[in-house]
């Protein structure tokens, strides 16, 4: 038999070949495709040059098949089945029965501050629905996000030139803030350029950067500071000011829920710090994905929620 590759075949031989073999009569598959007889015969035809078989053969006044055809009869099916099931119009997404999980990359301090509303939406719309935290680790989550192990990223920091592959959508900024524990000798009644520079720095960097937004602003100032300690995580550092005499300038949301368990006073910092953003952050596969757009109308409306309460709150 000489050599086929499926690029070489129409797809349209292929489902009259289907219907040939399960009627086992042209007349039948023609009615069926909404074609002619005699389109059909020149179907059968150009399917018996490609797999140079008669693949249906005259026995008396009926059709029956070749040992080749009832072969590919199985295969056939399953296969123009699957593919049908593949382009046929997507089932709308329905949160309350769908089964399944996503897999969000973030920061612990996205988990913290944003996590448990997240979460408690879920369970109330979408049950069935499990969700799987991971750490974003110091690489750009690109390529987890491609191979979908990763279904959306929740980053603050992520470089402006971020793939055409992927899609993001900035979702707030964060306010920084300075904590030192309440009776820190070093620190008076207001925080000044010269008692921030001499203090001890705790930095987060989630990215293994050993330079922050206030390395970089002091710099520009000709001042700079002395980092004494580097932490991948935002949660365990308000734990070091308690314990210490070193100062860490943080997200306020962090520190407000910190300072009053740990007896740490905030201070705006005394330099003009540009705000961080963190931003949602998927790839083109998963754009145009019904469950994947509900989670990200999730995560929207979380944050949406907590800017209404945060401006409506005591200020």
Not at 4 to 26: F, G
Not at 39 to 45: F, I, K, M, P
Not at 276 to 284: A, D, E, F, L, P
Request: aromatic content about 6%; hydrophobic content about 45%; some cysteine.
């Amino acid at each position: 038999m000489h050599a086929m590759h499926l690029h070489t075949i129409d797809l349209n031989l292929l489902n009259a070949l289907d219907a040939l073999l399960r009627h086992n009569s042209v007349t039948k598959a023609a009615k069926e495709l909404g074609l002619s007889q005699s389109a059909t015969s020149h179907a059968l035809n150009r399917l018996r040059e490609l797999f140079d078989d008669d693949l249906l053969v005259r026995a008396g006044r009926s059709m029956v098949p070749t040992a080749r055809a009832e072969q590919l009869r199985a295969p056939l099916q399953q296969a123009l089945s699957q593919l049908a099931a593949a382009i046929e119009t997507p089932q709308a997404f329905d949160p309350a029965s769908a089964q399944g999980e996503f897999c969000l990359a973030t920061s612990d301090y996205v988990q913290f501050v944003f996590l448990p509303a997240l979460i408690e939406k879920l369970q109330h719309r979408a049950p069935g629905i499990d969700l799987r935290i991971r750490e974003l680790g110091a690489e750009p989550p690109t390529d987890r996000l491609a191979t979908g192990a990763v279904d959306l990223a929740l980053t603050l920091g992520l470089p402006e030139d971020v793939p055409d592959t992927l899609y993001r959508r900035d979702l707030f900024q964060l306010e920084l803030v300075s904590l030192v524990r309440a009776d820190n000798p070093q620190v008076g009644d207001a925080l000044d350029l010269d008692t921030y520079c001499k203090l001890s720095h705790i930095l987060v960097s989630p990215l293994a950067d050993d330079v922050g937004v206030v390395d970089l602003t002091l710099a520009e100032m000709g001042r700079k500071r002395h980092v004494a300690v580097v932490v991948p995580h935002f949660m365990v550092a308000p734990f070091l000011v308690a314990n210490s005499d070193m100062i860490l300038t943080t997200a306020r949301s962090v520190a407000e829920k910190y300072a009053d368990a740990l007896a740490l006073r905030i201070f705006d910092p005394p330099i003009d710090l540009l705000r961080g953003t963190v931003s949602m952050v998927w790839h083109r596969r998963s754009y145009t994905d019904a469950s994947h757009q509900w989670l990200r109308r999730q995560v929207e409306e979380v944050v949406a929620e907590q800017d209404r309460a945060a401006s409506s709150g005591p200020k």
